[in-house]
């Protein structure tokens, strides 16, 4: 019976410890801290040289340093909720509305009245990246007046360049046109 008695407390004070060690306070890990635009992204002045998107594809190599204008836009959300990534439409690019001024279109900077392929053909993706060479982990839109139909100068290295058109720009720097200038 004392046997039986010494059993039962010990797999009792064994299951309590257990689950004592289990509700041990716990020290949260640190929370990453937001991530930070780089110092000197958003340039002064617009950068001499600039190519249109669809030109710059037809000449951009991985790797290449590049100067690229557009508008943003290429789809109805044209930045990467969460990252610092959105589309870069050629100015060429009719935005809807544009060559019809009665269409009424509520987003003209998707495009949508163009085929697909045109679209595909007339955008590339930009995006600023950290040292571990991923898109930063913050939104872009509306930061320096980013926000679509903006006219954008970008900077950049050539990250990656596809035969089907893919082309996506890492930008050192960008250059937000005002309106009217």
């Not at 439409?89 to 003209?108: S, Y």
């Not at 600023?128 to 900077?155: F, N, T, W």
Request: a neutral charge.
């Amino acid at each position: 019976m004392l046997n039986k008695c010494v059993f039962v407390l010990s797999v009792g004070l064994f299951a309590g410890a257990a689950l004592l060690g289990g509700c041990r306070s716990q020290t949260p890990a640190p929370a990453e801290a937001p991530a930070r635009l780089p110092d000197g992204l958003f340039l002064p002045s617009a950068p001499e040289g600039a190519k249109g998107v669809r030109d710059a594809k037809a000449e951009a190599g991985v790797g290449r340093d590049l100067v690229i204008h557009g508008r943003i836009g290429g789809r109805r959300e044209p930045f990467t909720k969460g990252s610092a990534v959105f589309l870069l439409a050629d100015r060429a690019l009719p935005a809807c509305g544009e060559a019809n001024p009665n269409d009424g279109c509520k987003t003209p900077w998707d495009y949508c009245c163009e085929p697909a392929d045109v679209i595909a053909a007339n955008t590339a993706t930009i995006q600023i990246v950290g040292a571990d060479g991923r898109p930063l982990a913050i939104s872009l839109r509306g930061v320096h007046d980013l926000a679509p139909m903006a006219e954008v100068v970008v900077v950049g290295k050539v990250a990656q360049r596809s035969d089907d058109g893919v082309l996506v720009v890492n930008a050192t720097g960008l250059y937000v046109r005002k309106a009217g200038s």
